[in-house]
Nanobody, 123 residues
């Protein structure tokens, strides 16, 4: 059974930092692209960042987080991370990790999803 389990969310003041983790299990994701998405209340789920699990770990970012967020993975631990710095109130959302066989910014192309973790940034 494939599982993606996020952790690390919480409440932080604007300007602060958080690190999200996503533990993958149940299959190998070596040929997959792992992504982070977020969904704020009343808004559509949006792409945040993605990384190729192998092949040099090429990364992709949404313009809104570029320079503030860093996606990475630890192959030995089968874990994906999202380091979030200089957080803003508009970063408040439920953050999801997901897996896709291809790189895409579209959530519909990701066929494995975690349950999400809440990130709240206070002003």
């Amino acid at each position: 059974q494939v599982q993606l389990v996020e952790s690390g969310g919480g409440l932080v003041q604007a300007g602060g930092s958080l690190r999200l983790s996503c533990k993958a299990s149940g299959r190998t994701f070596s040929n997959y692209v792992m992504g982070w998405f977020r969904q704020a209340p009343g808004k559509e789920r949006e792409f945040v960042a993605a990384i190729r699990w192998s092949g040099g770990g090429i990364t992709y970012y949404a313009d809104s987080v570029k320079g503030r967020f860093t996606i990475s993975r630890d192959n030995a631990k089968n874990t994906l991370y999202l380091e979030m710095n200089s957080l803003k109130p508009e970063d408040t959302a439920v953050y999801y990790c997901a897996a896709s066989p291809i790189f895409s910014r579209e959530s519909s192309n990701y066929n494995y999803w975690g349950q999400g973790t809440q990130v709240t940034v206070s002003s």
